[in-house]
């Protein structure tokens, strides 16, 4: 199978079975959204989920958040990997959201990355969550599946180099969503360790799957 037919497969399957893929975490509006991404790297949502609805009803707005001390936010996120540092972050964000963008979250990957704790992915999740935009964020799950099913060379080591060759074959409409389907699929079937590739529905296009059929030489050995 040629490298367009498997992505002509991808977006097939889930544009007709995963139409409305959204991300699972929880926010009300652009500014907790932004906070919940930078909160979730190396974290799950559901983790993640649990903990923002006091953070926002403690800091509602940026405006509060960029005026509260380490001690006001730490407990609020005591319990998210990296609480120390993600922390400083949410804070420096919001100083920076607010005294440089006036409390609106900026719709521009170069904007984005300004604010501290925002780095290429969460900016690009925003962009294309918030402002439907054709960007791919590369998380970990993104990483591992697009290369598993063969959208993207082996040979691209770097989560930039993913999201070039993506964005390169899927077309801007897609994008947003294929996003979300890579993330999902990597997250309840093409799991890191035990890949539950007898149940996975798409199993008919993946290269990590062609491979796991293939007999296995052995050698006879001569008593």
């Known amino acids: 199978m040629t490298k367009k037919e498997r992505y002509k497969g991808f977006i097939a399957y889930f544009s007709e079975n995963m139409k409305n893929a959204e991300t699972e975490l929880h926010y009300a509006n652009p500014y907790q959204l932004l906070v919940a991404v930078i909160l979730s790297a190396q974290c799950t949502d559901k983790r993640i989920n649990l903990i923002t609805p006091a953070l926002f009803n403690a800091f509602p707005v940026p405006e509060l958040l960029a005026k509260a001390t380490f001690d006001d936010v730490f407990p609020h996120i005591r319990s998210v990997s990296y609480p120390n540092n993600k922390t400083k972050n949410i804070i420096g964000m919001a100083q920076t959201l607010v005294g440089e963008f006036k409390g609106t979250v900026p719709s521009t990957v170069e904007d984005l990355i300004k604010m501290p704790g925002v780095g290429r992915k969460t900016a690009n999740v925003i962009a294309s969550v918030i402002y439907n935009q054709p960007t791919m964020a590369v998380d970990t799950h993104v990483f591992r599946v697009s290369k598993r099913l063969g959208l993207v060379a082996a040979s691209a080591s770097t989560p930039l180099a993913v999201e070039k060759e ?3 074959n899927i ?4 994008i947003p969503f294929a996003h979300h389907w890579l993330i999902l699929h990597g997250r309840y ?5 035990s890949p539950k590739c007898e149940a996975c529905p798409i199993s008919f296009l993946c290269k990590y799957f062609e491979k796991q059929k293939k007999p296995k030489l052995g050698i006879a050995l001569k008593a």
């Open 166 to 168: 993506l964005v390169a």
């Open 171 to 174: 077309a801007d409409k897609y």
């Open 189 to 193: 079937v093409c799991v890191a360790r």
